[in-house]
Antibody, heavy 122, light 107 residues
């Protein structure tokens, strides 16, 4: 069965970086992509970006351009999201979800990770 | 970036009633719109993709309609487990975007 399992909670100081992992199993990793979505406490969903596990292409939300890097390791079926120069308003639950390999059109995110809580505090 | 506006922000209804949620896009997204349900402490759950296609395992009381800029999610008869927050997401153009959400609460 398809599973998407994320790394554990993180506590970081302002200005630091965090790298969250998302390990997929139960399907052919390179036939799909991964989207990253975050949710600040009590707030709505915010799409951060997408990476194709097929060819490594990425698309990032403007809010995160220059501060986020998404990568994949196809040998371990794992996706990573690194966010740099952390601020207190980056405190949020971060989710990964299986997405389309080349496009988001014609699909939806059916499989989600359990979420990784990132807390940024001095 | 395409902006999605969901209305109302909160919908207060009783079990058994019909819920009608709206999602309006700032420009056409064709039929590339998805709906998600989220309960407290849980990851979002895909309900509808491509505006009107139910995801696997989603009950028939959930239906989606619309195209271009105006979309609707309808829950024909609310069950106790349907009280949650619902988000639309456009999947037509990068960057993908979510609406602000509609909370369906028990009246």
């Amino acid at each position: 069965q398809v599973q998407v399992v994320q790394s554990g909670a993180e506590v970081k100081k302002p200005g630091a970086s965090v790298k969250v992992s998302c390990k997929a199993s139960g399907y052919t990793f390179t036939s799909y992509g991964i989207s990253w979505v975050r949710q600040a406490p009590g707030q709505g969903l915010e799409w951060m970006g997408w990476i194709s596990a097929y060819n490594g292409n990425t698309n990032y939300a403007q809010n995160f351009q220059g501060r986020v890097t998404m990568t994949t390791d196809t040998s371990t079926s794992t996706a990573y999201m690194e966010l740099r120069s952390l601020r207190s308003d980056d405190t949020a639950m971060y989710y990964c979800a299986r997405d389309g390999a080349l496009t988001a059109a014609g699909t939806g995110c059916y499989y989600w990770g359990q979420g990784t809580l990132v807390t940024v505090s001095s | 970036e395409i902006v999605l506006t969901q209305s109302p922000a909160t919908l207060s209804l009783s079990p058994g009633e019909r819920a009608t949620l709206s999602c309006r896009a700032s420009q056409s997204v064709s039929s590339y719109l998805a709906w998600y349900q989220q309960k407290p402490g849980q990851a979002p759950r895909l309900l509808i993709f491509d505006a009107s296609n139910r995801a696997t395992g989603i009950p028939a009381r959930f239906s989606g309609s619309g195209s271009a800029t105006d979309f609707t999610l309808t829950i024909s008869s609310l069950e106790p487990e349907d009280f949650a927050v619902y988000y639309c997401q456009q999947r037509s153009n990068w960057p993908l975007t979510f609406g602000g959400g509609t909370k369906v609460e028990i009246k």
